[in-house]
């Protein structure tokens, strides 16, 4: 089991900026790829980004391309993502995931834990 804590979230005005962290705890955290995900209201849950375990791979969506920024520090157990000028189709709950599968993965059902989701809303 890992269990995942996300945190950051907050109001923002648009084109601010945000940080979000995923705090995991249980198995090794640099056995598992971190994604994130947000779901707005009404919609769908949508892919945000995705970082292999050694950071060697990152992918990204491309409404987040550019100013969105993925990491992480195995050595901390978390996992991070930087969050720059925001606009207010942004808003959503943002979810960090963790997967024990390697390669491209950007749908939620190829990830085997999640957390709780911490709130991003950006006003205009």
């Known amino acids: 089991q890992v269990q995942l804590v996300e945190s950051g979230g907050g109001l923002v005005q648009a084109g601010g900026s945000l940080r979000l962290s995923c705090a995991a705890s249980?198995?090794?955290?640099?056995?598992?790829?971190l994604g994130w995900f947000r779901q707005a209201p009404g919609k769908e849950r949508e892919f945000v980004a995705r970082?292999?375990?050694?950071?060697?791979?990152?992918h990204y969506a491309d409404s987040v391309k550019g100013r969105f920024t993925i990491s992480r520090d195995n050595a901390k157990n978390t996992g991070y993502l930087q969050m720059n000028s925001l606009q207010p189709e942004d808003t959503a709950v943002y979810y960090c995931?963790?997967?024990?599968?390697?390669?491209?993965?950007?749908?939620?059902?190829?990830?085997?834990?999640w957390g709780q989701g911490t709130q991003v809303t950006v006003s205009s």
């Open positions: 995931a963790a997967t024990s599968l390697t390669g491209p993965r950007f749908s939620g059902e190829f990830y085997d834990y």
């Open positions: 249980g198995r090794t955290f640099s056995n598992y790829a």
């Open positions: 970082i292999s375990y050694a950071s060697v791979n990152i």
